[in-house]
T-cell receptor, first 115, second 113 residues
Framework: DAGITQSPRYKITETGRQVTLMCHQTWSHSYMFWYRQDLGHGLRLIYYSAAADITDKGEVPDGYVVSRSKTENFPLTLESATRSQTSVYFC??????????????FGPGTRLTVT | GNSVTQMEGPVTLSEEAFLTINCTYTATGYPSLFWYVQYPGEGLQLLLKATKADDKGSNKGFEATYRKETTSFHLEKGSVQVSDSAVYFCALPRDQGAQKLVFGQGTRLTINP
């Protein structure tokens, strides 16, 4: 039972390069999320998706692109990486909860360094 | 939208000490409340949750009670261990019925032997 996986776990890239971070979940959860975690900023939501082909911006979407052609995959692309995008990126998923909301399950993270 | 205020850290305790990490929230309605834990180099893990007023969530010796009257969800453990050293996050839905969560800033806990 793999749960939610992210790849790569570590990535070093140069400024201006395009890089894609992968996220895969085996639970068939409706919702998927991308966060970045930085010292002093906590967790910030980049993009989220309610279902295949439905995505929406979070708090800090600039410079990122997402797609979701299949329920289980939610890749995050940095179109032209900048040093300010050096961070730890977490993918998460959740079921469609009721009126009280639902817990999210997190992947192990990708540590991205932009040089 | 909903918001959460979490006790600032870092917190340093000796092994077997009693732990409290404060969390207060403002919310519309009565959302579920969550505590997450993040060990070094790992993603966040759901530690416990409570879905309605007066519910007590518990896991691994940790407990938190959903207090509607004080809008609080404080995390407690009676006797901490070195292995409890981690960062702890309080969270709740951003809005009523929303699937997005809002997280506290996190409290770094270090337990010394």
């Amino acid at each position: 039972d793999a749960g939610i996986t992210q790849s790569p776990r570590y990535k070093i890239t140069e400024t201006g390069r395009q890089v894609t971070l992968m996220c895969h979940q085996t639970w068939s959860h409706s919702y998927m999320f991308w966060y970045r975690q930085d010292l002093g900023h906590g967790l910030r939501l980049i993009y989220y998706s309610a279902a295949a082909d439905i995505t929406d911006k979070g708090e800090v979407p600039d410079g990122y692109v997402v797609s979701r052609s299949k329920t289980e995959n939610f890749p995050l692309t940095l179109e032209s990486a900048t040093r300010s995008q050096t961070s730890v990126y977490f993918c998460a998923s959740s079921e469609q909860g009721g009126n009280r909301g639902s817990e999210q399950y997190f992947g192990p993270g990708t540590r991205l360094t932009v040089t | 939208g909903n918001s959460v205020t979490q006790m600032e850290g870092p917190v340093t305790l000796s092994e077997e000490a009693f732990l409290t990490i404060n969390c207060t929230y403002t919310a519309t309605g009565y959302p579920s409340l969550f505590w997450y834990v993040q060990y070094p180099g790992e993603g966040l893990q759901l530690l416990l949750k409570a879905t309605k007023a007066d519910d007590k969530g518990s896991n691994k010796g940790f407990e938190a009670t959903y207090r509607k009257e004080t809008t609080s969800f404080h995390l407690e453990k009676g006797s901490v261990q070195v292995s409890d050293s981690a960062v702890y996050f309080c969270a709740l839905p951003r809005d009523q019925g929303a699937q997005k969560l809002v997280f506290g800033q996190g409290t770094r806990l270090t337990i010394n032997p």
